[in-house]
């Protein structure tokens, strides 16, 4: 059932599902406020595509996070939904990548799904008008440049999509080969040994930085495993 009010159709979300505002809503009582995946345009569907959400204003979004990583390295990113309208007060979201592992963290209220990233329930904006979520992203085996596509909605809690609206953005990681200090794709004896002095504080990390495959300002055991795996592989996927 449907009611008018204040100049806007509210439709009932007892006994169904609205078509699309399920997916990155954060309504009060609409089924599936706890997010869904497969609208962040990674396969150029977004919820507005559906004509699901329209009237609201759409919120700036963005990625905060590393644009380059080393192979098998693991980062935390912030997707941020700046809402643009005082009416809308909450977000939700949903991420996924073109290659590569997504990872929710505990407490940040999303969840893993079909291997995209979504929230449990509405955030509501903060101080500033933005609600935010951090992941995390394992890079590929293989050097190259992969994408993190991102879709926010900025909601303002009634149980329909008449006021909300979406937005999208993408980040660009390019990916490095772990322990290839001299970027010729493959990781020689000469640059093992030269991460490992780097792990111990002999050498500087800027003598290779591409042995700090996450970014941090070191060399960790994992990051010399992986320049190991890749110097077997010639900086490839591992062999199943």
């Known amino acids: 059932m449907s009611k008018h009010l204040g100049g806007r159709w509210r439709v009932a979300a007892a006994g169904g599902v609205l078509i699309c ?11 599936r406020s706890g997010g869904m995946v497969g609208f962040s345009s990674k396969d150029g569907t977004t919820c507005n595509a559906a004509f699901c959400h329209s009237g609201g204003v759409a919120p700036i979004v963005n990625f905060i ?9 693991m980062a935390t990113f912030r997707f941020v939904v700046q809402s643009q309208a005082p009416e809308q007060l909450s977000a939700g979201f949903n991420v996924a990548a073109s290659d590569g592992r997504l990872g ?4 940040q209220g999303s969840r893993l799904q079909n291997g995209e ?10 101080a500033n008008g ?23 909605n900025s909601v303002d809690g009634f149980a329909d999509p008449a006021g909300d609206l ?8 390019r990916v490095q080969c772990t322990g290839d200090c001299n970027g010729d794709t493959a990781v020689t004896v000469d ?6 002095n780097i792990a111990l504080d002999k050498a500087a990390v800027a003598d290779c930085d591409l042995f700090d495959g996450d970014g941090d300002g ?10 190991v795996r890749n110097a077997l592989t010639r900086c490839g996927p591992a062999t199943p």
Do not use: C
Request: hydrophobic share 45%; no cysteine; charged share 10%.
């Open 21 to 31: 505002a399920a997916a990155l809503h954060g309504g009060r009582a609409l089924a």
């Open 65 to 73: 996070g590393p644009d380059a990583l080393g192979t098998g390295a």
């Open 104 to 107: 929710a963290i505990e407490g």
């Open 117 to 126: 990233i979504t929230q449990t329930a509405p955030k509501g904006n903060d």
């Open 130 to 152: 933005e609600a935010s979520w951090e992941f995390t992203w394992t890079a590929p085996g293989t050097p190259g440049e992969y994408i993190l596509f991102g879709a926010g």
């Open 166 to 173: 979406a937005a999208t953005t993408t980040h660009v990681v």
């Open 191 to 196: 640059e093992l040994i030269l991460g490992i």
């Open 218 to 227: 070191a060399v960790t055991v994992g990051e010399l495993i992986v320049g």
